[in-house]
């Protein structure tokens, strides 16, 4: 076996993970943590994220999404904008205040056909779960790595737990335009 077939099997074997931290919350509705709604700019941003997606085509193949509202409104917006059916995305209750360990746990049952996940949840489980799969991604000097509607690409092993050769962060702010 050739050096090039031996990268093109194993990038053949690696997973592509992408998280996306919900939109920006509306704080001006007097409900629960859980029902609150996406903000104008969470929608816009939301939008901008699915269109950016797109645009890489990082179409995924396995939409998770936290059943909190923000979240799954951001999952929404994200798969109109890509033009696929919001009735694919699934519904994971423990992605809500998840820890490292739910989020890892949510990982381990990806069936092995998934070559690319689009996880859609909170923080500070988000950035947990980056900070262990990529703990050499550098902190922006904000202090935030995964800022709402923030995307981070992960590129790991065929078993979801370790980093591979690749990653970025895309926030919002950070699109040209």
């Known amino acids: 076996m050739t050096v090039f077939q031996v990268q093109y099997l194993k990038k053949a074997m690696s997973k592509e993970l992408l998280l996306l931290r919900h939109g920006k919350s509306d704080w001006n509705i007097d409900t629960t943590d859980f029902n609150r709604p996406l903000n104008k700019r969470g929608r816009r941003n939301a939008q ?38 919001v009735n694919s995305i699934q519904t994971e209750k423990c992605i809500y205040q998840a820890s490292l360990a739910d989020l890892r746990q949510v990982l381990l049952y990806i069936p092995d056909s998934v070559q690319r996940l689009l996880l859609v ?57």
């Open 48 to 85: 901008l994220m699915g269109e950016w997606l797109v645009k890489k085509n990082l179409l995924p193949g396995l939409i998770i999404s936290s059943s909190a509202k923000r979240a799954m409104t951001t999952a929404e917006i994200v798969c109109a904008a890509m033009d696929l059916p």
């Open 121 to 177: 949840g909170h923080n500070p489980g988000l950035e947990y779960l980056v900070r262990h799969l990529a703990p050499s991604i550098p902190m922006p000097d904000d202090g935030k790595l995964m800022p709402t509607a923030t995307v981070a690409y992960l590129q790991l092993d065929p078993k979801w737990s370790f980093l591979e050769d690749r990653y970025l962060i895309q926030r919002p702010k950070d699109l040209p335009g």
